[in-house]
Antibody, heavy 121, light 107 residues
Framework: EVQLVESGGGLVQPGGSLRLSCEAS????????MHWVRQAPGKGLVWVSR????????TYADSVKGRFTISRDNAKNTLYLQMNSLRAEDAAVYYC??????????????WGKGTTVTVSS | DIQMTQSPSSLSASVGDRVTITCRAG??????LNWYQQKPGKAPKLLIY???SLQSGVPSRISGSGSGTDFALTISSLQPEDTATYFC?????????FGRGTKLEIK
């Protein structure tokens, strides 16, 4: 079964740091692009970042650029999101998602259940 | 950034009705448009990619159409399990952007 399981969320003070993890199983992780998408309580979906299959190419939303770092360990089938200088507006459920990049089309065909980040003093 | 405008923001319809949700992009995105369904407390689920390609396992009563700036998601015969919020998303260029969502309820 193709599965993504996020972990690492929790309560952090403004200015603090967290590292989210997303463990993949059931597919050849090392061949797929991966994304992080977040959703604040009662709000819509916001794309955060993506990384290519070998981890060398990364892209970020302007709102997190310079504060968040996406990375992956293909030997461990795990995607990461290092989040520094956290702000109240970063509070959200964070989802990782798999991207098959099919025929040049990017879309998110498998999603994890999400991990919740709360930023509060 | 490419703005995605969805309408309506909410919709109530009866079982068996034909329902259409529209999504307009702020510039041409060719057919780089995806649709997702999200039920309360759950992760989004891919329905349609590349504007009109049905994801495996998604019922054939769901379809997508459009290109350029105007797109639509149609449910040909609404079923109770279709109660959810639907989001469009462009993948033409980063930052990828989503519409604000359409909440679909059954009357």
């Amino acid at each position: 079964e193709v599965q993504l399981v996020e972990s690492g969320g929790g309560l952090v003070q403004p200015g603090g740091s967290l590292r989210l993890s997303c463990e993949a199983s059931g597919f050849t992780f090392s061949t797929y692009w991966m994304h992080w998408v977040r959703q604040a309580p009662g709000k819509g979906l916001v794309w955060v970042s993506r990384v290519n299959s070998d981890g060398r190419r990364t892209t970020y939303a302007d709102s997190v650029k310079g504060r968040f770092t996406i990375s992956r360990d293909n030997a461990k089938n795990t995607l990461y999101l290092q989040m520094n200088s956290l702000r109240a507006e970063d509070a959200a459920v964070y989802y990782c998602a798999k991207d098959p990049d099919y025929n040049g089309f990017s879309f998110m065909d498998v999603w994890g259940k999400g991990t919740t980040v709360t930023v509060s003093s | 950034d490419i703005q995605m405008t969805q309408s309506p923001s909410s919709l109530s319809a009866s079982v068996g009705d034909r329902v259409t949700i529209t999504c307009r992009a702020g510039q041409s995105i060719r057919n780089y448009l995806n649709w997702y369904q999200q039920k309360p407390g759950k992760a989004p689920k891919l329905l349609i990619y590349a504007a009109s390609s049905l994801q495996s396992g998604v019922p054939s009563r769901i379809s997508g159409s459009g290109s350029g700036t105007d797109f639509a998601l149609t449910i040909s015969s609404l079923q109770p399990e279709d109660t959810a919020t639907y989001f469009c998303q462009q993948s033409y260029s980063t930052p990828y952007t989503f519409g604000r969502g359409t909440k679909l309820e059954i009357k």
